[in-house]
Protein backbone atom coordinates (compact mmCIF):
# COMPACT_ATOMS: atom_id res chain seq x y z
CA UNK A 1 0.00 0.00 0.00
CA UNK A 2 1.45 3.55 -0.39
CA UNK A 3 2.67 5.39 2.03
CA UNK A 4 1.78 9.51 2.66
CA UNK A 5 4.42 11.94 3.11
CA UNK A 6 4.15 15.24 4.79
CA UNK A 7 6.33 17.32 2.59
CA UNK A 8 5.60 20.96 2.71
CA UNK A 9 3.75 23.39 4.88
CA UNK A 10 2.49 27.18 4.53
CA UNK A 11 0.38 30.05 5.68
CA UNK A 12 -0.97 33.13 5.17
CA UNK A 13 0.57 36.65 6.40
CA UNK A 14 -2.11 38.80 7.91
CA UNK A 15 -0.65 42.14 8.78
CA UNK A 16 -3.49 43.61 11.09
CA UNK A 17 -3.50 42.84 14.75
CA UNK A 18 -5.83 43.05 17.70
CA UNK A 19 -4.38 43.46 20.93
CA UNK A 20 -5.52 42.76 24.11
CA UNK A 21 -4.72 46.08 25.35
CA UNK A 22 -6.91 47.37 21.93
CA UNK A 23 -9.93 45.11 23.22
CA UNK A 24 -10.14 47.07 26.13
CA UNK A 25 -11.02 49.84 25.01
CA UNK A 26 -14.36 47.70 23.10
CA UNK A 27 -14.92 45.45 26.22
CA UNK A 28 -14.51 45.71 30.02
CA UNK A 29 -11.26 43.46 30.01
CA UNK A 30 -7.60 44.39 30.36
CA UNK A 31 -4.06 42.31 28.93
CA UNK A 32 -3.53 40.74 31.71
CA UNK A 33 -7.15 39.30 32.20
CA UNK A 34 -7.28 37.52 28.74
CA UNK A 35 -3.37 36.44 29.20
CA UNK A 36 -3.36 34.78 32.18
CA UNK A 37 -6.85 32.84 31.54
CA UNK A 38 -6.31 32.24 28.05
CA UNK A 39 -2.57 32.85 27.16
CA UNK A 40 -3.35 34.90 24.43
CA UNK A 41 -2.04 38.97 24.10
CA UNK A 42 -3.02 39.07 20.47
CA UNK A 43 -4.88 38.09 17.29
CA UNK A 44 -4.80 38.57 13.82
CA UNK A 45 -7.85 40.02 12.02
CA UNK A 46 -8.41 40.03 7.96
CA UNK A 47 -8.32 42.93 5.88
CA UNK A 48 -11.12 44.67 3.90
CA UNK A 49 -9.55 43.40 0.95
CA UNK A 50 -8.95 39.63 2.17
CA UNK A 51 -11.53 36.76 2.13
CA UNK A 52 -11.62 33.47 3.03
CA UNK A 53 -10.43 31.73 -0.22
CA UNK A 54 -7.77 34.90 -0.29
CA UNK A 55 -6.19 33.53 2.60
CA UNK A 56 -6.32 29.71 1.90
CA UNK A 57 -4.85 30.23 -1.54
CA UNK A 58 -1.59 32.33 0.22
CA UNK A 59 -1.36 29.66 2.49
CA UNK A 60 -1.66 26.96 0.22
CA UNK A 61 0.78 28.67 -2.66
CA UNK A 62 3.40 28.96 0.72
CA UNK A 63 3.06 24.88 1.38
CA UNK A 64 3.03 24.14 -2.53
CA UNK A 65 6.40 26.26 -2.77
CA UNK A 66 8.21 24.53 0.68
CA UNK A 67 7.16 21.19 -1.19
CA UNK A 68 8.45 22.12 -4.45
CA UNK A 69 5.42 21.39 -6.50
CA UNK A 70 3.62 23.33 -9.24
CA UNK A 71 -0.46 23.89 -8.96
CA UNK A 72 -1.12 22.25 -11.65
CA UNK A 73 0.51 19.32 -9.62
CA UNK A 74 -2.13 19.02 -7.64
CA UNK A 75 -5.19 16.87 -7.76
CA UNK A 76 -6.82 17.24 -4.36
CA UNK A 77 -7.71 20.35 -2.21
CA UNK A 78 -9.51 20.14 0.56
CA UNK A 79 -10.59 22.93 2.74
CA UNK A 80 -11.24 22.46 6.13
CA UNK A 81 -13.20 25.87 7.03
CA UNK A 82 -16.78 26.54 9.07
CA UNK A 83 -16.38 30.52 7.60
CA UNK A 84 -16.78 29.72 4.02
CA UNK A 85 -16.94 33.24 1.49
CA UNK A 86 -19.90 31.29 0.30
CA UNK A 87 -22.37 28.94 1.93
CA UNK A 88 -22.19 26.09 -0.80
CA UNK A 89 -18.32 26.35 -0.50
CA UNK A 90 -15.25 27.99 -1.11
CA UNK A 91 -12.67 25.81 -2.05
CA UNK A 92 -13.37 25.91 -5.72
CA UNK A 93 -12.48 29.53 -5.48
CA UNK A 94 -9.34 28.43 -3.72
CA UNK A 95 -8.40 26.21 -6.53
CA UNK A 96 -8.77 29.07 -9.20
CA UNK A 97 -7.12 31.41 -7.72
CA UNK A 98 -4.15 29.05 -7.15
CA UNK A 99 -4.48 27.74 -10.75
CA UNK A 100 -4.57 24.47 -9.71
CA UNK A 101 -6.86 23.71 -12.76
CA UNK A 102 -6.49 19.85 -12.51
CA UNK A 103 -7.27 19.55 -8.90
CA UNK A 104 -11.05 18.73 -7.75
CA UNK A 105 -11.67 20.43 -4.48
CA UNK A 106 -14.32 20.47 -1.94
CA UNK A 107 -14.76 21.70 2.07
CA UNK A 108 -14.93 19.94 4.96
CA UNK A 109 -16.40 21.38 7.82
CA UNK A 110 -15.73 19.86 11.34
CA UNK A 111 -15.43 23.24 13.45
CA UNK A 112 -12.01 23.50 15.42
CA UNK A 113 -11.60 19.78 14.54
CA UNK A 114 -11.46 20.18 10.64
CA UNK A 115 -8.27 20.37 9.89
CA UNK A 116 -7.21 16.55 11.57
CA UNK A 117 -10.40 15.65 9.92
CA UNK A 118 -9.17 17.06 6.68
CA UNK A 119 -5.28 15.39 7.35
CA UNK A 120 -7.46 12.29 7.46
CA UNK A 121 -9.88 12.45 5.04
CA UNK A 122 -7.40 13.57 2.52
CA UNK A 123 -4.86 10.46 3.54
CA UNK A 124 -7.40 7.62 2.13
CA UNK A 125 -7.26 9.17 -1.18
CA UNK A 126 -3.72 8.57 -1.69
CA UNK A 127 -4.21 4.89 0.35
CA UNK A 128 -6.41 4.11 -2.15
CA UNK A 129 -4.03 5.17 -5.00
CA UNK A 130 -6.30 7.95 -5.77
CA UNK A 131 -4.03 10.88 -5.75
CA UNK A 132 -0.43 12.29 -5.56
CA UNK A 133 -0.83 15.48 -4.44
CA UNK A 134 -2.99 16.53 -2.11
CA UNK A 135 -3.22 20.25 -0.71
CA UNK A 136 -5.19 20.18 2.77
CA UNK A 137 -5.81 23.67 4.19
CA UNK A 138 -7.73 24.98 7.15
CA UNK A 139 -8.81 28.88 7.29
CA UNK A 140 -11.38 30.64 9.21
CA UNK A 141 -12.36 34.34 9.29
CA UNK A 142 -13.92 34.33 12.73
CA UNK A 143 -14.29 37.71 12.65
CA UNK A 144 -16.95 37.86 10.90
CA UNK A 145 -18.89 35.72 13.35
CA UNK A 146 -17.80 36.97 16.72
CA UNK A 147 -19.90 39.09 19.15
CA UNK A 148 -17.63 41.65 19.48
CA UNK A 149 -19.91 43.17 22.39
CA UNK A 150 -19.08 40.04 24.39
CA UNK A 151 -16.30 39.62 26.51
CA UNK A 152 -16.41 35.60 27.14
CA UNK A 153 -16.05 35.04 23.34
CA UNK A 154 -14.55 38.03 22.00
CA UNK A 155 -11.21 37.95 23.80
CA UNK A 156 -10.64 34.12 21.80
CA UNK A 157 -10.94 34.31 18.51
CA UNK A 158 -8.70 35.68 15.31
CA UNK A 159 -8.79 34.86 11.86
CA UNK A 160 -6.19 32.55 9.76
CA UNK A 161 -5.05 30.28 7.47
CA UNK A 162 -2.17 27.14 7.32
CA UNK A 163 -1.85 24.55 4.81
CA UNK A 164 0.45 21.09 4.50
CA UNK A 165 1.14 19.16 1.07
CA UNK A 166 0.50 15.26 1.46
CA UNK A 167 2.13 13.43 -1.04
CA UNK A 168 1.88 9.43 -1.93
CA UNK A 169 5.09 7.49 -1.73
CA UNK A 170 5.38 4.49 -2.92
CA UNK A 171 8.47 1.77 -3.00
CA UNK A 172 9.49 1.95 -6.71
CA UNK A 173 12.59 -1.36 -5.68
CA UNK A 174 9.47 -3.33 -4.58
CA UNK A 175 11.64 -4.59 -1.41
CA UNK A 176 10.88 -2.32 1.69
CA UNK A 177 7.12 -0.51 2.71
CA UNK A 178 7.48 2.85 1.84
CA UNK A 179 7.48 5.11 4.55
CA UNK A 180 4.57 6.59 6.37
CA UNK A 181 3.65 10.54 7.38
CA UNK A 182 0.40 9.02 8.99
CA UNK A 183 0.94 6.64 11.40
CA UNK A 184 -2.63 6.50 13.62
CA UNK A 185 -5.56 8.26 13.73
CA UNK A 186 -9.16 8.55 16.12
CA UNK A 187 -12.06 10.67 14.83
CA UNK A 188 -14.88 11.24 17.53
CA UNK A 189 -18.20 13.29 17.10
CA UNK A 190 -20.96 13.78 19.94
CA UNK A 191 -23.77 15.31 18.96
CA UNK A 192 -25.85 15.48 22.20
CA UNK A 193 -23.06 18.38 23.43
CA UNK A 194 -23.84 20.56 20.68
CA UNK A 195 -25.30 23.30 22.31
CA UNK A 196 -21.83 24.22 24.00
CA UNK A 197 -20.62 25.64 21.16
CA UNK A 198 -22.81 27.11 18.25
CA UNK A 199 -22.67 29.33 15.35
CA UNK A 200 -26.14 29.23 14.92
CA UNK A 201 -28.87 29.78 12.24
CA UNK A 202 -31.37 32.01 13.75
CA UNK A 203 -35.16 31.24 12.50
CA UNK A 204 -37.69 33.66 11.07
CA UNK A 205 -40.55 32.81 9.44
CA UNK A 206 -42.07 34.63 5.85
CA UNK A 207 -45.77 33.85 5.09
CA UNK A 208 -45.71 32.63 1.20
CA UNK A 209 -49.29 31.43 -0.10
CA UNK A 210 -52.09 30.65 1.83
CA UNK A 211 -50.72 28.24 5.03
CA UNK A 212 -47.63 27.97 3.13
CA UNK A 213 -44.36 29.48 4.75
CA UNK A 214 -40.50 29.37 4.54
CA UNK A 215 -37.95 29.71 7.01
CA UNK A 216 -35.35 32.76 6.06
CA UNK A 217 -33.21 33.90 9.20
CA UNK A 218 -30.07 34.60 9.47
CA UNK A 219 -26.88 33.07 11.10
CA UNK A 220 -25.76 35.06 14.57
CA UNK A 221 -22.54 35.40 16.04
CA UNK A 222 -20.54 32.48 17.90
CA UNK A 223 -21.60 31.99 21.43
CA UNK A 224 -19.75 29.36 24.17
CA UNK A 225 -20.15 27.77 27.34
CA UNK A 226 -16.49 27.78 28.09
CA UNK A 227 -16.75 25.74 31.44
CA UNK A 228 -18.34 22.66 29.15
CA UNK A 229 -15.95 23.35 26.52
CA UNK A 230 -12.88 23.54 29.00
CA UNK A 231 -14.25 20.26 31.08
CA UNK A 232 -14.41 18.28 27.67
CA UNK A 233 -11.22 19.12 26.09
CA UNK A 234 -9.15 18.13 29.14
CA UNK A 235 -11.21 14.42 29.12
CA UNK A 236 -11.75 13.80 25.78
CA UNK A 237 -8.41 14.73 24.04
CA UNK A 238 -6.15 13.06 26.10
CA UNK A 239 -7.84 10.00 25.68
CA UNK A 240 -8.71 10.38 21.77
CA UNK A 241 -4.47 11.09 21.73
CA UNK A 242 -3.65 7.77 23.15
CA UNK A 243 -6.66 6.06 20.87
CA UNK A 244 -4.46 7.06 18.14
CA UNK A 245 -0.73 6.42 19.38
CA UNK A 246 -2.09 2.65 19.92
CA UNK A 247 -3.19 2.80 16.11
CA UNK A 248 0.30 3.41 15.45
CA UNK A 249 1.81 1.06 17.72
CA UNK A 250 3.73 4.17 20.03
CA UNK A 251 3.65 5.79 23.29
CA UNK A 252 4.06 9.50 24.51
CA UNK A 253 7.38 8.24 24.83
CA UNK A 254 7.85 8.33 20.79
CA UNK A 255 5.68 11.55 20.84
CA UNK A 256 8.31 14.71 19.51
CA UNK A 257 6.09 17.00 20.07
CA UNK A 258 2.65 17.81 20.86
CA UNK A 259 0.10 20.21 18.76
CA UNK A 260 -3.21 21.01 19.74
CA UNK A 261 -5.72 22.89 18.32
CA UNK A 262 -4.23 26.13 19.86
CA UNK A 263 -8.06 27.29 21.90
CA UNK A 264 -6.29 27.80 25.17
CA UNK A 265 -3.16 27.57 26.61
CA UNK A 266 -5.04 25.75 29.95
CA UNK A 267 -6.00 23.28 27.93
CA UNK A 268 -2.93 22.73 26.31
CA UNK A 269 -0.79 22.50 29.74
CA UNK A 270 -3.80 20.46 31.07
CA UNK A 271 -3.55 17.87 28.33
CA UNK A 272 -0.02 17.59 28.41
CA UNK A 273 0.21 16.97 32.11
CA UNK A 274 -2.58 13.84 31.72
CA UNK A 275 -0.48 12.87 29.16
CA UNK A 276 3.06 13.16 30.92
CA UNK A 277 3.95 15.34 27.99
CA UNK A 278 6.77 18.03 29.32
CA UNK A 279 5.64 20.77 28.45
CA UNK A 280 8.79 21.96 26.65
CA UNK A 281 7.34 19.77 23.75
CA UNK A 282 4.32 21.26 23.28
CA UNK A 283 4.16 23.54 20.16
CA UNK A 284 2.04 26.90 20.85
CA UNK A 285 1.39 30.02 19.32
CA UNK A 286 -1.81 31.13 20.46
CA UNK A 287 0.28 34.37 22.30
CA UNK A 288 0.63 35.46 18.91
CA UNK A 289 -2.72 34.44 16.91
CA UNK A 290 -5.76 33.42 19.79
CA UNK A 291 -8.02 30.71 18.98
CA UNK A 292 -8.30 30.60 14.55
CA UNK A 293 -10.53 27.05 14.49
CA UNK A 294 -9.48 25.08 11.77
CA UNK A 295 -6.09 26.92 10.91
CA UNK A 296 -4.73 27.10 14.33
CA UNK A 297 -3.24 23.59 14.03
CA UNK A 298 -1.02 24.50 10.06
CA UNK A 299 -0.38 27.78 11.64
CA UNK A 300 1.34 26.34 14.54
CA UNK A 301 2.72 23.28 12.39
CA UNK A 302 4.19 25.54 10.27
CA UNK A 303 5.71 28.42 12.11
CA UNK A 304 7.67 25.34 14.06
CA UNK A 305 9.04 23.66 10.35
CA UNK A 306 10.36 27.26 9.23
CA UNK A 307 11.69 28.21 12.63
CA UNK A 308 13.56 24.45 12.49
CA UNK A 309 11.95 23.05 15.79
CA UNK A 310 10.17 20.39 13.83
CA UNK A 311 12.57 18.88 12.03
CA UNK A 312 12.38 15.64 9.35
CA UNK A 313 11.06 12.30 11.06
CA UNK A 314 9.43 14.20 14.14
CA UNK A 315 6.88 12.39 15.32
CA UNK A 316 3.80 15.07 16.17
CA UNK A 317 0.58 13.86 18.36
CA UNK A 318 -1.61 16.71 16.79
CA UNK A 319 -5.79 16.45 18.32
CA UNK A 320 -8.39 19.05 17.57
CA UNK A 321 -11.55 19.38 19.67
CA UNK A 322 -14.70 21.96 18.87
CA UNK A 323 -18.27 22.81 17.87
CA UNK A 324 -20.14 19.62 16.88
CA UNK A 325 -18.74 18.50 19.46
CA UNK A 326 -16.42 17.32 17.36
CA UNK A 327 -12.64 15.77 18.29
CA UNK A 328 -10.48 13.69 16.95
CA UNK A 329 -6.18 13.18 16.38
CA UNK A 330 -3.61 12.05 14.52
CA UNK A 331 0.06 10.80 14.80
CA UNK A 332 2.38 12.52 12.00
CA UNK A 333 5.77 12.08 10.97
CA UNK A 334 7.12 15.37 9.44
CA UNK A 335 8.49 15.06 6.24
Not at 2 to 16: E, Y
Not at 228 to 247: C, G, Q, W
Not at 257 to 282: C, F, G, T
Not at 304 to 332: E, K, Y
Request: aromatic fraction near 6%; hydrophobic fraction near 45%; charge should be negative.
Amino acid sequence: MPGVALVGSGSADLPATLTNDDLSQLVDTSDDWIASRTGIRQRHLAGADDSLASLAAAAGKNALAMAGLAPEEVQLIVLATSTPDDLFGSACQVQTLLGASRAVAFDLTAACSGFVFALVTAAQYIYTGVFQNVLVIGADVLSRWTDWDDRRTCVLFGDGAGAVVMQRQDDSQGTEEPGNGLLGFELCSDGTLNNCLNLSYQVASKPLVGDLTVQQGQFVPITMNGREVYKFAVSRVPEVIEKALFRANLTTADVDWLLLHQANQRILDAVADRLKIPRDRVLSNMIHHGNTSAASIPLALDEAVRSGQVQPGDVIATAGFGAGLTWGAAIVRWG
